[in-house]
C-alpha cells in the first residue's frame, strides 16, 4: 500500500541484542546526555528582574497622546469606537471651556474614555481609525487584577504623562524595554 | 554510692551519639529534597529554586513549613490507628538503619576512646536487611489503612517489588560476604582500609551493579518507583495524606536514600577510608573527622547519582520490573556467587 506521508517509518521487530536487553548501555547514554545539560545556557528569564524585550511591532496597552505643547490630541470623535472589532471602547464628549486651551487641543475633547482590557484583542485598528495620532499602542501589557472592573481602563489609566514634566513616567507608559 | 552497676558515661555517650547521628540525617535529608529539585532543574536546563533566601538555601523550611501548615485529612472510611502509624513507621524503619553504620574510627575525648558508630552489631548486615525489610511495612500499612483501591495497588506493587528485590539484593552481598568472611561492617570497612588490600568494589564489580540497582529499588526511586507512580496510581500508598503525614512518608524516601548510599559506601567503597592516603600519618582525632568528611562525600555521590538516574530514565513497567528482578538480576546474582565461591577456592 502506499504510504500516505513521507514521514512513515517501518517499525522494526527484530528481536532485542544482548546490550539492548542488559539496558545499561543505553542507560549509560542517557545519563551521559542529562549530564551535558548540566554545562547548557538556561533560557530561563528571571521575570520580575529579568524582562523579553518585545519586537518594536508589539502591540501592548493603549496609551492617549499629547502634542508637543502636552495637550491632549483625542477629540473624541469615535472612530476608534467604531473601528474597535471587539467593541471593547467607550467615549463620552465634552466641549472645551474658555481657559482649558492648555490642557485639549481641539474644542471637544473626551470627557470619559474606557477601554475594557478583557474585551480588547490588541489588534491595533484604533490605532489605524484615528486621525488624530491620538491612541496608541505601547509595549506595555496589562497587569493582573484580582477583579474585572479593575480591568475596565479609564482616562488616568491611559492618558500619557507630559514629556516634559514627568519623562520617566512617559518612558514608563511607553513601555520599551530598551528603556528599562 | 551507686545504684547500677553500669557503665553510666556509655550510655550518655550513645545517647548523644545517637542524636547527633539521628539529626544529621534529618537535617541532610532535608537539604537532599532541596538538591534533588536543583539537580532536576539543573539537568532540564532550568534554575530551580533560588527565591527563598540565597541560591533559595531556605527552600527546605519553606517546604516543611508549607507541609506543616496544611490540614491535616484523615480519611473518614480510614482504619485510624494504622493510619498514623503508617507514616511513623516508614520514618522509623528508615532511620533504624544508621545504628549499625560505622560514621568513622573511633576519637579520643575526654580520655574515653569514643567508637563513631552507635552498635558495633556482630551481625550489622543482618539488621540492616531486617530493617529494611520492616520499611515495606510503612508502605503496605499506609496504603490499607487508607481503604483506596490505587493506594492499596500501590501497596501491593510496593511491598512485591522490595521482596523481589531483596532477593537479588541479598545473594549479591553472600558473594561480597564470601570474600569479606565478616557480618559487621565496621570489620568490613577496617579491612578495606588495611594496606594492600582495594576497596571491594574492585572484588565485586557485578555485585556492586546488583546491590546498587537493588537498592534503588528498595528506595522506591525511579525507575522503581512504582509504588508512588503518579501518571497511574495518583501518588500511590500516600494519595490520601496530608499535612506532616506525607511529609514523612516523603522525607523517609530521602532517609532511606542517604542510609542504602551510606551502606554501599560502607560495603564497596571503603566506608571513612580516604583513597591514596594512609590515616595513620594523622593524629588519631583529626584522621577520624576527616574520615567522617570522606564517607559524608561518598554519600553524596551516591545520592547525586540516585537523582542523575531518575531525572533520566522512565519508569519501568510492572512487567519489565518482574522481569528484570527475577529473570535477570537473581540469575545474574547467582552466576556471580558461583564465581566468587570458585575464586575464593582457586586463591586457597
Same mark, same amino acid.
Given at each position: 500500500?502506499?504510504?500516505?506521508?513521507?514521514?512513515?517509518?517501518?517499525?522494526?521487530?527484530?528481536?532485542?541484542?544482548?546490550?539492548?536487553?542488559?539496558?545499561?548501555?543505553?542507560?549509560?547514554?542517557?545519563?551521559?546526555?542529562?549530564?551535558?545539560?548540566?554545562?547548557?545556557?538556561?533560557?530561563?528569564?528571571?521575570?520580575?528582574?529579568?524582562?523579553?524585550?518585545?519586537?518594536?511591532?508589539?502591540?501592548?496597552?493603549?496609551?492617549?497622546?499629547?502634542? *508637543?505643547?502636552?495637550?491632549? #490630541?483625542?477629540?473624541? +470623535?469615535? =472612530? !476608534?469606537?467604531? $473601528? &474597535? @472589532?471587539?467593541? %471593547? /471602547?467607550?467615549?463620552?464628549?465634552?466641549?472645551?471651556?474658555?481657559?482649558?486651551?492648555?490642557?485639549?487641543?481641539?474644542?471637544?475633547?473626551?470627557?470619559?474614555? *474606557?477601554?475594557?482590557?478583557? #474585551?480588547?484583542?490588541? +489588534?491595533? =485598528? !484604533?490605532?489605524? $481609525? &484615528? @486621525?488624530?495620532? %491620538? /491612541?496608541?499602542?505601547?509595549?506595555?501589557?496589562?497587569?493582573?487584577?484580582?477583579?474585572?472592573?479593575?480591568?475596565?481602563?479609564?482616562?488616568?489609566?491611559?492618558?500619557?504623562?507630559?514629556?516634559?514634566?514627568?519623562?520617566?513616567?512617559?518612558?514608563?507608559?511607553?513601555?520599551? @524595554?530598551?528603556?528599562? | 554510692?551507686?545504684?547500677?552497676?553500669?557503665?553510666?558515661?556509655?550510655?550518655?555517650?550513645?545517647?548523644?551519639?545517637?542524636?547527633?547521628?539521628?539529626?544529621?540525617?534529618?537535617?541532610?535529608?532535608?537539604?537532599?529534597?532541596?538538591?534533588?529539585?536543583?539537580?532536576?532543574?539543573?539537568?532540564?536546563?532550568?534554575?530551580?529554586?533560588?527565591?527563598?533566601?540565597?541560591?533559595?538555601?531556605?527552600?527546605?523550611?519553606?517546604?516543611?513549613?508549607?507541609?506543616?501548615?496544611?490540614?491535616?485529612?484523615?480519611?473518614?472510611?480510614?482504619?485510624?490507628?494504622?493510619?498514623?502509624?503508617?507514616?511513623?513507621?516508614?520514618?522509623?524503619?528508615?532511620?533504624?538503619?544508621?545504628?549499625?553504620?560505622?560514621?568513622?574510627?573511633?576519637?579520643?575525648?575526654?580520655?574515653?576512646?569514643?567508637?563513631?558508630?552507635?552498635?558495633?552489631?556482630?551481625?550489622?548486615?543482618?539488621?540492616?536487611?531486617?530493617?529494611?525489610?520492616?520499611?515495606?511495612?510503612?508502605?503496605?500499612?499506609?496504603?490499607?489503612?487508607?481503604?483506596?483501591?490505587?493506594?492499596?495497588?500501590?501497596?501491593?506493587?510496593?511491598?512485591?517489588?522490595?521482596?523481589?528485590?531483596?532477593?537479588?539484593?541479598?545473594?549479591?552481598?553472600?558473594?561480597?560476604?564470601?570474600?569479606?568472611?565478616?557480618?559487621?561492617?565496621?570489620?568490613?570497612?577496617?579491612?578495606?582500609?588495611?594496606?594492600?588490600?582495594?576497596?571491594?568494589?574492585?572484588?565485586?564489580?557485578?555485585?556492586?551493579?546488583?546491590?546498587?540497582?537493588?537498592?534503588?529499588?528498595?528506595?522506591?526511586?525511579?525507575?522503581?518507583?512504582?509504588?508512588?507512580?503518579?501518571?497511574?496510581?495518583?501518588?500511590?500508598?500516600?494519595?490520601?495524606?496530608?499535612?506532616?503525614?506525607?511529609?514523612?512518608?516523603?522525607?523517609?524516601?530521602?532517609?532511606?536514600?542517604?542510609?542504602?548510599?551510606?551502606?554501599?559506601?560502607?560495603?564497596?567503597?571503603?566506608?571513612?577510608?580516604?583513597?591514596?592516603?594512609?590515616?595513620?600519618?594523622?593524629?588519631?582525632?583529626?584522621?577520624?573527622?576527616?574520615?567522617?568528611?570522606?564517607?559524608?562525600?561518598?554519600?553524596?555521590?551516591?545520592?547525586?547519582?540516585?537523582?542523575?538516574?531518575?531525572?533520566?530514565?522512565?519508569?519501568?513497567?510492572?512487567?519489565?520490573?518482574?522481569?528484570?528482578?527475577?529473570?535477570?538480576?537473581?540469575?545474574?546474582?547467582?552466576?556471580?556467587?558461583?564465581?566468587?565461591?570458585?575464586?575464593?577456592?582457586?586463591?586457597?
Amino acid at each position: 500500500m502506499e504510504a500516505l506521508t513521507s514521514r512513515s517509518a517501518q517499525v522494526s521487530r527484530k528481536p532485542m541484542s544482548l546490550a539492548e536487553r542488559l539496558f545499561l548501555p543505553a542507560i549509560f547514554k542517557g545519563m551521559g546526555i542529562t549530564f551535558s545539560h548540566i554545562f547548557k545556557k538556561q533560557p530561563t528569564i528571571r521575570y520580575p528582574e529579568q524582562r523579553r524585550e518585545f519586537s518594536p511591532v508589539f502591540r501592548g496597552l493603549h496609551v492617549l497622546n499629547r502634542d *508637543e505643547e502636552g495637550r491632549e #490630541r483625542c477629540t473624541a +470623535c469615535g =472612530l !476608534c469606537a467604531v $473601528a &474597535c @472589532p471587539a467593541e %471593547a /471602547i467607550t467615549m463620552e464628549a465634552a466641549e472645551r471651556l474658555p481657559g482649558e486651551e492648555h490642557l485639549y487641543r481641539e474644542e471637544k475633547y473626551a470627557a470619559v474614555y *474606557e477601554i475594557n482590557m478583557l #474585551r480588547c484583542i490588541f +489588534c491595533g =485598528l !484604533c490605532e489605524e $481609525a &484615528c @486621525p488624530k495620532d %491620538a /491612541i496608541y499602542l505601547s509595549e506595555t501589557f496589562a497587569p493582573a487584577n484580582y477583579t474585572r472592573k479593575g480591568f475596565i481602563y479609564g482616562k488616568d489609566d491611559m492618558v500619557i504623562p507630559n514629556v516634559k514634566t514627568d519623562p520617566e513616567g512617559f518612558a514608563k507608559a511607553k513601555g520599551s @524595554p530598551r528603556n528599562n | 554510692m551507686t545504684l547500677l552497676v553500669l557503665d553510666w558515661l556509655l550510655i550518655i555517650e550513645k545517647l548523644v551519639l545517637i542524636a547527633i547521628i539521628v539529626f544529621a540525617s534529618l537535617g541532610i535529608a532535608l537539604y537532599t529534597t532541596f538538591a534533588e529539585r536543583k539537580v532536576a532543574a539543573i539537568l532540564q536546563d532550568r534554575p530551580g529554586p533560588e527565591r527563598a533566601g540565597p541560591f533559595g538555601l531556605f527552600q527546605p523550611f519553606a517546604d516543611g513549613l508549607k507541609l506543616i501548615m496544611k490540614e491535616e485529612i484523615t480519611p473518614n472510611s480510614s482504619n485510624k490507628t494504622l493510619f498514623i502509624l503508617g507514616p511513623g513507621l516508614a520514618m522509623t524503619a528508615a532511620l533504624m538503619t544508621c545504628a549499625v553504620i560505622p560514621w568513622g574510627a573511633s576519637v579520643q575525648l575526654f580520655g574515653r576512646t569514643i567508637d563513631l558508630q552507635i552498635a558495633d552489631v556482630n551481625i550489622g548486615i543482618l539488621y540492616i536487611f531486617g530493617v529494611v525489610s520492616l520499611g515495606v511495612y510503612g508502605i503496605m500499612i499506609g496504603g490499607w489503612a487508607s481503604n483506596n483501591k490505587f493506594s492499596l495497588m500501590a501497596a501491593l506493587r510496593g511491598a512485591s517489588q522490595a521482596i523481589s528485590y531483596e532477593l537479588a539484593m541479598g545473594i549479591a552481598l553472600i558473594a561480597l560476604l564470601m570474600t569479606t568472611g565478616s557480618l559487621s561492617l565496621k570489620t568490613i570497612v577496617e579491612q578495606q582500609m588495611a594496606p594492600g588490600h582495594l576497596w571491594n568494589i574492585a572484588y565485586q564489580p557485578i555485585g556492586f551493579l546488583l546491590f546498587f540497582i537493588c537498592a534503588m529499588a528498595e528506595c522506591n526511586r525511579t525507575p522503581f518507583d512504582l509504588p508512588e507512580a503518579e501518571n497511574e496510581l495518583n501518588f500511590g500508598y500516600h494519595q490520601e495524606y496530608s499535612s506532616m503525614k506525607l511529609g514523612f512518608y516523603l522525607f523517609s524516601e530521602y532517609v532511606n536514600m542517604i542510609m542504602s548510599s551510606a551502606v554501599m559506601a560502607s560495603l564497596y567503597f571503603g566506608g571513612y577510608d580516604i583513597p591514596f592516603f594512609n590515616e595513620a600519618l594523622l593524629p588519631q582525632n583529626i584522621a577520624a573527622l576527616v574520615g567522617v568528611g570522606a564517607l559524608l562525600i561518598k554519600i553524596v555521590i551516591f545520592i547525586f547519582i540516585f537523582m542523575w538516574i531518575r531525572w533520566t530514565i522512565p519508569r519501568f513497567r510492572y512487567d519489565q520490573l518482574m522481569n528484570l528482578g527475577w529473570k535477570s538480576l537473581i540469575p545474574i546474582a547467582l552466576v556471580n556467587m558461583l564465581i566468587t565461591g570458585a575464586w575464593i577456592l582457586a586463591k586457597l
